[in-house]
Each structure stands twice: as structure tokens, then as C-alpha cells.
Nanobody, 123 residues
Framework: QVQLVESGGGLVQAGGSLILSCAASGRIGSTWTMGWFRQAPGKEREFVAQ????????YYADSVKGRFTISRDNAKNTVTLQMNSLKPEDTAVYYC????????????????WGQGTQVTVSS
């Protein structure tokens, strides 16, 4: 069983930066993909970014491309989301997710989720 715990959310002004971290307990296999999703009030959860655990191949939503960077530390079992040039529309609860298969451009199939961390961007 894999458990995911997010940290690093908070309040930031537009144009600012935040770093989110996701700590995974349990075995993350080489075929795994780890990702970040977000859910704004009244909206469905949407994909943000993901990374293959072994090769580090990344995939981003168009809305965050060029502003957000996802990375992983295999030794520490952590995934990080560096968020720059934040906009008010980035305000949401951010969730870390995991799935036991790869697929660089496919953002579905996640079965493991963290509890979420709030990110609020003020204008």
C-alpha cells in the first residue's frame, strides 16, 4: 500500500512562487508515474503535471507549461512541483497522485491520492 502526503501549500501574491512536495511511503516501482492534480471550488479535478518514476519523462497541462516544473527524488521517494509566475486562476487544492504504470502523455489511471494542500494566489 502506498500513502502520499502533500506539503508546501499556502497564500502567495500573483507572480510569486511556491514549492509543493509529495512524500510517498511504500514501494514505488520503476514503472510508476507520479502526478499533480488540482481542484478549484465548483470545478472538477484537473491534471497539472506528471513524471515517470524511472526515466523522469514529464508531461504538463497547457495551462501550466513553462511556469511549473515537476521533479522527483527516487532515493527520498518524493515528488516536487515548483510553481512560478502564479496566477489567481491557479488557486485550488493540489493533490499528489500515483499509478503503477507509465505512459508519458496519458493523465488517467491514478489510484493513489494524497489529502491535498491548499494553494491560494491573491491578485
Amino acid at each position: 500500500q502506498v500513502q502520499l502526503v502533500e506539503s508546501g501549500g499556502g497564500l502567495v501574491q500573483a507572480g510569486g512562487s511556491l514549492i509543493l512536495s509529495c512524500a510517498a511511503s511504500g514501494r514505488i516501482g520503476s514503472t510508476w508515474t507520479m502526478g499533480w492534480f488540482r481542484q478549484a471550488p465548483g470545478k472538477e479535478r484537473e491534471f497539472v503535471a506528471q513524471i515517470n518514476w524511472s526515466g523522469g519523462l514529464t508531461y504538463y497541462a497547457d495551462s501550466v507549461k513553462g511556469r511549473f516544473t515537476i521533479s522527483r527524488d527516487n532515493a527520498k521517494n518524493t515528488v516536487t512541483l515548483q510553481m512560478n509566475s502564479l496566477k489567481p486562476e491557479d488557486t485550488a487544492v493540489y493533490y499528489c497522485g500515483g499509478r503503477a504504470f507509465s505512459g508519458s502523455n496519458y493523465s488517467g489511471g491514478y489510484v493513489y491520492w494524497g489529502q491535498g494542500t491548499q494553494v491560494t494566489v491573491s491578485s
